[in-house]
């Protein structure tokens, strides 16, 4: 009885003396940098309230893309326009594009070409030419898939971002 228990204890200790010294693990990149790595697209730095507030602008683009779509099957012309306008190009959006796209050179220029061209279907819609301004949306559409295709976030912190956009290009709009 006693030998059993020393023998019990003898192989609980082996056990543990086994699991103290494992053997070296490979170094495996985190979840997040393992996703990185597969995502081959070109990072756009960006502050952690910038990231937050970019995504919030694209859950809205797909919100007016929906409007437009349902105004489009209701012939509602004015609401195509007003949906459309969301997305359409402003002094304040392409400030707001300027300094999202300060640590990404291309960026910014991408992201005016998408509000010029969500332009044209605010103008079909006063036309009230409804296959222009699918033929505008469809144009539209490739603007964003384009821009997914290319560009992902990268969250990074204060010191980071000030070092990236240290050599930004001026404001194209003149403002700061
Ligand atoms: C100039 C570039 C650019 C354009 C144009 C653009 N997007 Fe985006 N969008 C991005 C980036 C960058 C992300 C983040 C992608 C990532 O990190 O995976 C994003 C993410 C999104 C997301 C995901 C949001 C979330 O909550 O995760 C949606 C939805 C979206 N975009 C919709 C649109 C729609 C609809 C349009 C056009 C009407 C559009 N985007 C145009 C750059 C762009």
Known sequence: ??????????AFLTACAREATPAPAPAAPSPADALDQMDTRTAVPLLPMM?????????????AVQEIVAAVA???FAAIEKAAGRIGYSQQMAQMCTHMGAG??????????????????????RERNRGRVLVELGATL?????????WKQ???????????????PPDPTGHH
């Open 1 to 10: 009885m006693i030998a059993m228990r020393v023998l019990g204890a003898l």
């Open 51 to 63: 990231a937050n507030h970019q995504k919030q602008n694209m859950r809205d683009h797909l919100l």
């Open 74 to 76: 209701a012939d509602d």
């Open 104 to 125: 990404a050179p291309g960026f910014t220029e991408q992201a005016l070409t998408f509000h010029r061209t969500a332009d044209g279907i605010a103008a079909a819609a």
């Open 142 to 150: 490739q603007t964003c898939t384009g821009c997914h295709a290319a």
């Open 154 to 168: 990268r969250v990074v912190d204060d010191p980071t971002w000030q070092r990236l956009t240290a050599s930004a």
